[in-house]
């Protein structure tokens, strides 16, 4: 156990400048000693190199030749830069001094915690979830993520109901900690993915491999998000769908993701016409091109897997039934899901 490792906060911008401005301070103002700040531009079209230049001097750049993505700039910053630990920091947060001291005693303490988050809250309404994460990342059987404090759209008031310090099934990739040879040792984010879902196939991975994944509430953020998922956003519509399968695929056995993915796709095509209902037909086109698009995936693209797929048998944060039933039975808590017994928790 070291007394002081090594943190590099990194922090993906893309035309973000005013976030960075905003946020920035709070991030330089962390009171853990042995930190470094990354920034890696994905080629913004904004001022944001000319003001971190200017106004943020102490700030390491890293500039990216093209918009790769979160999971590629990621996936290279990580690669050139030295520490014991990362912290990927999205740019919208507000981050509390405290942040880090915490985080790193309990990852020190035990060497299998390998991924770890703290509690985000929103920032417009302080005392509620944020949607991105909320206290520790969970998946039911069907592979619909939700976590401690927010169950599909509903976010809850945070009134110390999720304060215990436990291992989670994933941690959100909007505050995320991870041992930097552990990262290396399975591999990194998919590339392929682009954005959206990649945290949660990380932590897969990182179990698959023995290590454990935390959500420790002592440390805290405050984030601006997407709130309840940006539906009017189809670009983030696609790319959570699709992207929601090829997780699947690639972390279940053979014998396991082909019905499983089947099923999700007949629900998921029923769902389109509750939206075109609602009249919201481009959120209907966004999911359509999204199982259009994993099709394409599955034929012409997906590889053999490099890492053995160990589904959600010995998983922590396993809700066994589908919360999609609970959801619309009213029961929209995270502790009403966990109250049914219906979960695997160590």
């Not at 750049?61 to 990362?86: L, P, Q, R, T």
């Not at 259009?292 to 010995?314: E, I, S, V």
Request: net charge positive; glycine share 6%.
């Amino acid at each position: 156990m070291k007394d002081n490792p090594s943190v590099a906060i990194v922090i993906l911008n893309w035309n973000t400048s005013r976030y960075l401005k905003r946020f920035l301070p709070s991030v330089l103002n962390i009171t853990y000693e042995n930190k470094r700040i990354y920034v890696v531009d994905n080629h913004s079209s904004d001022d944001s190199l000319t003001m971190l230049r200017k106004d943020f001097p102490l700030v390491n750049v890293i500039e990216m030749e093209a918009n790769v993505g979160f999971a590629s700039a990621y996936n290279y910053a990580i690669s050139v830069i030295k520490c014991d630990y990362f912290l990927l920091l999205n740019s919208d947060i507000e981050a509390t001094p405290g942040l880090i001291d915490p985080v790193i005693r309990l990852m020190e303490k035990d060497p299998k915690i390998s991924i770890c988050q703290p509690k985000l809250l929103s920032l417009d309404e302080k005392h509620m979830f944020e949607y991105a994460g909320a206290c520790g990342g969970w998946i039911d059987r069907l592979g619909y993520p939700f976590s401690r404090g927010r169950v599909l759209l509903t976010v809850e008031d945070d009134h110390g109901q999720y304060d215990q310090t436990e291992e989670v099934f994933w941690a959100s990739g909007a505050c995320m900690f991870v041992k930097s040879k552990v990262f290396e040792t399975i591999g990194g984010f998919y590339d392929y993915y682009y954005m959206h879902q990649e945290d949660i196939d990380l932590c897969w991975r990182a179990q698959n491999s023995g290590f454990k994944i935390y959500v420790c509430p002592e440390a805290s953020v405050y984030h601006i998000g997407g709130g309840t998922l940006s539906w009017e956003n189809h670009l983030k519509t696609f790319l959570t769908f699709r992207n929601n399968y090829i997780l699947l695929t690639r972390n279940l056995p053979f014998w396991h993701w082909p019905p499983l993915v089947t099923l999700r796709l007949i629900l998921d095509m029923a769902g389109c016409f509750y939206f075109i209902i609602k009249k919201e037909t481009g959120i209907s086109k966004a999911i359509i091109k999204a199982e259009l698009a994993y099709l394409y995936w599955l034929f012409f693209y997906k590889k053999k897997k490099n890492h053995q797929p160990k589904g959600f048998k010995t998983k922590t944060g396993i809700y066994r039934g589908t919360i999609l039933f609970h959801y619309f039975m009213n029961r929209r808590k995270f502790s009403a899901l966990t109250d049914s017994k219906r979960y695997r928790h160590k």
